[in-house]
């Protein structure tokens, strides 16, 4: 993964753009915050044992400001700035 630094308004944005406002599917609320940095879960071929620095999915978190109920997105389903160096390198 790119080593692309944290952009608050950014990722806002792209929530907004997705309609991802829906209330919260705990409570009900409509009042959430965004985390201030990437998570990241992490992914392995075994149930058992734990693998730490192998592969995973980079995600922001959304909490609710009411319940505190986590609500994760994958940061690849954005890809605004991947997508756009993707298509600039690719000569047919
Ligand atoms: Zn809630």
């Known amino acids: ?26 409570c009900g609320h ?14 392995q071929e075994k149930l058992d044992g734990t693998v730490l620095g192998g592969p995973n999915i980079p995600a922001i978190l959304v909490v609710c400001s009411n319940c505190g109920a986590l609500i994760s997105h994958a940061v690849g389903a954005f890809k ?6 993707e298509k600039e390198g690719q000569n047919g």
């Open 1 to 26: 993964m790119e080593d692309k630094k944290f952009n608050r308004l950014e990722y806002i944005d792209e929530l907004l753009k997705r309609n991802a406002q829906n209330p919260c599917h705990r």
């Open 30 to 43: 409509n009042s959430f915050s965004l985390i201030d940095g990437y998570s990241y879960f992490p992914i």
């Open 80 to 85: 605004p700035f991947e997508n756009k160096e």
